[in-house]
Every structure is written in structure tokens, then in C-alpha cells.
């Protein structure tokens, strides 16, 4: 699955760069909304997200691509990839910014795993 987004004002920290929380989150909602699609009805939350290393600064304006890819499945998580690249349309510079893997896992209305 592919998703882009557009890094904005209010994505940025105090240095004017994109706020490494803010990419987290998209890289959290992205992987919940792959993981959605593959398993509708089902509740899915994050359990872990893998290395967290941010490995080049975003600057305003960046349209960034999310790319989530199916890495494993149990019986009760998922598992994807989301590589994260930058593009800065008004220069045509493109780069990789980030990567991890993502686990989701199933669970009913208690929080209790459940097979997917």
C-alpha cells in the first residue's frame, strides 16, 4: 500500500524541521490502515514499532511516501514494513528518511489477543 502525505507549518518542531512524533504517528496510522484493510472486523492495535532511527532531516513542504508492506503473520499479530520517503517537489530531490516495522495485534472489546 502507498499513501503520501504533505509535511505542513504544523508539523514542524522548534528548529522548522518535521517533528519526529508527528512521523510516528502517520507511520502508526498508515500501518493500522493496512493491517485494516487486510483484516476487516477486526480490532487491531500497535504492539511494537522496530528500530526508530530518523535518518535525514524533513524540511516544510515535503510530500512524503509512505510505502507499508506486509513483512509476517501470526496467528494473532501482523507485521508490516513502512519505508518512509521525502520529496521535495521545487528542487526534485527524493530521499529515503525512515523505515521500521510495524506489529499489530488483535484483540477483543477486553484488550485480549485474538486469532486473526
Known amino acids: 500500500m502507498e499513501s503520501c502525505t504533505l509535511v505542513r507549518t504544523e508539523h514542524l518542531n522548534h528548529y522548522g524541521r ?49 510505502r507499508t508492506e506486509l513483512q509476517g503473520q501470526g496467528s494473532t499479530s501482523v507485521c508490516y514494513t513502512v519505508i518512509v520517503h521525502a520529496e521535495y517537489p521545487h528542487t526534485g530531490e527524493s530521499q529515503e528518511v525512515f523505515s521500521t516495522a510495524v506489529t499489530l495485534v488483535a484483540v477483543d472489546e477486553n484488550g485480549h489477543k485474538v486469532r486473526l
Request: net charge positive; no cysteine.
Open 18 to 66: 518535521l517533528f519526529g512524533g508527528q512521523l510516528l504517528r502517520w507511520v502508526d496510522e498508515f500501518a493500522w490502515v493496512a493491517a485494516s484493510r487486510q483484516f476487516p472486523g477486526r480490532n487491531l492495535v500497535t504492539r511494537a514499532m522496530a528500530d526508530v532511527e530518523f535518518r535525514h532531516q524533513v524540511r516544510n513542504g515535503a510530500i512524503l511516501t509512505f
